[in-house]
């Protein structure tokens, strides 16, 4: 069965410093990754996919992730924060039926 | 193209009422999944439709249920509302093979059960 862990409930970050946010999933299968965001009362967005190929990912806004099969890891990053990259981030996977199994959420702060 | 759009985005309820909630998917997109979210259970899956049919089911009791249009759109409906039936529902929607999986989500509906 496919599960997802994020670490950390809550990170925060000054402005202009390194995002991490950090993903582990477990998938039997080749695993289709996802990471979304989701700001104060909105739906989520995607903000990137690693579904086969290249292993660096690059999304929307900045961010990127890298595929690590031996970590079983896909971390975000985003080398210079912004005010407006507060919210909170969801890493999900796929399953073989396609519905998505979600981590339980980082919240991103960002201070001025 | 336009995005996912859900009706209403805000709903106040009493327990023991029905609900009804819409999600009109990208235009295109055959699939429309559902997906509950509140702050103690995270995001989890209910169902998806997919041209019509349930392909999917997540473990949610039979009060939930769901159904699709021809056109694409989907509708949930809650029978018998409870307190723990509050929270963010969102509807996604995608192309629905195993090359296409990424889904796109609507803004939401709060509900709200009182």
């Known amino acids: 069965a496919q599960s997802v862990t994020q670490l950390g409930s809550h990170v925060s970050v000054s402005e202009g410093a390194l995002v991490l946010l950090r993903c582990n999933y477990s998938s039997s299968v080749p695993p289709y990754l996802f990471w979304y965001v989701q700001y104060p009362n909105q739906g989520l967005q995607l903000l990137l996919k690693?579904?086969?190929?290249?292993?660096l990912v690059k999304g929307i806004n900045g961010f990127e992730a890298e595929f690590k099969k031996s970590e079983t890891s896909f971390h975000l990053t985003k080398p210079s924060a912004h005010m407006s990259d507060a919210a909170e981030y969801f890493c999900?996977?796929?399953?073989?039926?396609?519905?998505?199994?979600f981590g339980q959420g980082t919240e991103l702060s960002v201070k001025p | 193209k336009a995005g996912v759009t859900q009706t209403p985005r805000y709903l106040i309820k009493t327990r023991g009422q029905q609900v009804t909630l819409s999600c009109s998917p990208i235009s295109g997109h055959r699939s429309v999944s559902w997906y509950q979210q509140t702050p103690g259970q995270g995001l989890q899956f209910l169902f998806e439709?997919?041209?019509?049919?349930?392909?999917n089911k997540g473990n949610f009791p039979g009060r939930f249920s769901g159904r699709q249009f021809s056109n694409s759109r989907s509708e949930m409906n809650v029978s018998t509302l409870e307190l723990g039936d509050s929270a963010l529902y969102l509807c996604?929607?995608?192309?629905?093979?195993?090359?296409?999986?990424?889904?796109?989500f609507g803004p939401g509906t709060r509900l709200t059960v009182t």
């Open positions: 996604a929607s995608s192309l629905g093979g195993q090359g296409n999986r990424e889904q796109y």
């Open positions: 439709y997919f041209s019509e049919t349930q392909r």
């Open positions: 999900a996977v796929s399953d073989p039926t396609l519905k998505l199994i």
């Open positions: 690693y579904t086969t190929g290249a292993t």
